[in-house]
C-alpha cells in the first residue's frame, strides 16, 4: 500500500515555464513533507519542506502547496531551467516515524 | 564541510553471497538512516539507528540487518543475496532523528548481484 504517490512518472516543460509536480498523500496523520531532488549517480538533496500547519512554502524559485482536505502536495518551479532536470521526490512523515518517500517524477526541461 | 560518505560506490556479487556496505555520516550528526531505491519503487525505508541502537524498521526480510558505531558510522549486511537485492541503496544522516529534522543523503552504493 503505497501511502505516498506521485502519478506521473515523467514530466517535460519548456525552459522559462512553469513545472509542476504533484503529490498524493493518503495518510492523513503526516504532519511533515519534504520535497529532495535526485541527479543521475548521485543521492537526493533536500529542496523544500512544508509543516502540515501551513498550505504555502516559498524559496526562491521553488514553491510548495500543502492542500490538508485534499491530501494534495505540488511543487512549482518558477521560471524551469535545464539544470531542473532531474528525479523529484516527495516525502512525507508521521512525527516519530521515518520518512515515507513517492516513487518519483522524473522531470525534463528543454531548452 | 564534509557529506555524507558511501563505501563502495559499486558493487557486483553473486547469489547467495553477502554484502556489507559501508556509510559515514556528516559529522556530529547522530542519526543514519538506509534506504533502498529501485526503479518505480522510489525509496524504501529500511532502518534508522540513533546513537547506536535501532530506532525504527522497515518492511525488509531478516536478511537484512545494520549496525551503527560509537562514532556514528554505520554498516548495512545483507545476506543470502537474491537478483532482487540488485538496487541503489543510499545512507542519509541527520542531527538528530530523522524525523525530526530531515536527511543528507549519501550518493548510494549501487549494489548488482548477478
Known amino acids: 500500500d503505497q501511502q505516498v504517490k506521485q502519478n506521473s512518472p515523467s514530466l517535460s516543460v519548456q525552459e522559462g515555464r512553469i513545472s509542476i509536480l504533484n503529490c498524493d498523500y493518503t495518510?492523513?496523520?503526516?504532519?511533515?513533507f519534504l520535497w529532495y531532488k535526485k541527479y543521475p549517480a548521485e543521492g537526493p538533496t533536500f529542496l523544500i519542506s512544508?509543516?502540515?500547519?501551513?498550505d504555502k512554502n516559498e524559496d526562491g524559485r521553488f514553491t510548495v502547496f500543502l492542500n490538508k482536505s485534499a491530501k494534495h502536495l505540488s511543487l512549482h518551479i518558477v521560471p524551469s531551467q535545464p539544470g531542473d532536470s532531474a528525479v523529484y521526490f516527495c516525502?512525507?512523515?508521521?512525527?516519530?516515524?521515518?520518512?515515507?518517500f513517492g516513487p518519483g517524477t522524473r522531470l525534463s526541461v528543454l531548452p | 564541510k564534509a557529506g555524507v560518505t558511501q563505501t563502495p560506490r559499486y558493487l557486483i556479487k553473486t547469489r547467495g553471497q553477502q554484502v556489507t556496505l559501508s556509510c559515514s555520516p556528516i559529522?556530529?550528526?547522530?542519526?543514519v538512516s538506509w534506504y533502498q531505491q529501485t526503479p518505480g519503487q522510489g525509496l524504501q525505508f529500511l532502518f534508522e539507528?540513533?546513537?547506536?541502537?535501532?530506532?525504527n524498521k522497515g518492511n525488509f526480510p531478516g536478511r537484512f540487518s545494520g549496525r551503527q558505531f560509537s562514532n556514528s558510522r554505520s554498516e548495512m549486511n545483507v545476506s543470502t543475496l537474491e537478483l532482487g537485492d540488485s538496487a541503489l541503496y543510499l545512507c542519509?544522516?541527520?542531527?538528530?532523528?530523522?524525523?525530526?529534522?530531515?536527511?543528507?543523503f549519501g550518493s548510494g552504493t549501487r549494489l548488482t548481484v548477478v
Open positions: 542519509a544522516s541527520s542531527p538528530g532523528t530523522a524525523a525530526n529534522y530531515g536527511y543528507t
Open positions: 495518510n492523513s496523520m503526516f504532519d511533515y
Open positions: 512544508i509543516s502540515s500547519i501551513k
Open positions: 516525502a512525507a512523515r508521521i512525527y516519530g516515524q521515518n520518512f515515507v
Open positions: 559529522s556530529g550528526h547522530r542519526s
Open positions: 539507528y540513533f546513537s547506536e541502537t535501532q530506532r
